[in-house]
């Protein structure tokens, strides 16, 4: 698992650019809707509500997945790089369900 921990600065930019798409896709969710009449919000709150929780779960793993590769390679530690390697799975799985449903909802 030596390898492991040489991309632990590959986990760290990979997390951190996700983290980044995570963030802009939050302010596009937030923007949308503002973007509608406050007694039209209600109807609709919980769908963009979702969007956004799944959002921002995805963003704190992302960063939960930089700050662990780092840590894992500047401590040569090989489970604090896993867990940081399982960070950056489980924030790709988080944007992936909300690309899903946002694509999904398109009527």
Not at 3 to 31: K, M, P, Q, R, Y
Request: charged share 15%; glycine share 12%; hydrophobic share 60%.
């Amino acid at each position: 698992m030596e390898g492991l921990i040489e991309v632990g600065g590959d986990i760290s930019a990979a997390a951190t650019a996700l983290a980044g798409l995570l963030l802009v896709f939050l302010g596009a969710i937030a923007v949308a809707f503002e973007g509608y009449q406050p007694q039209e919000r209600n109807p609709i709150r919980g769908r963009y509500q979702r969007r956004a929780w799944l959002g921002f779960v995805g963003f704190v793993f992302a960063i939960l997945a930089a700050a662990t590769g780092i840590a894992g390679k500047a401590f040569h530690q090989e489970c604090i790089a896993l867990i940081g390697a399982l960070c950056l799975v489980v924030a790709l799985i988080m944007s992936l369900l909300v690309a899903l449903f946002s694509a999904l909802e398109i009527r």
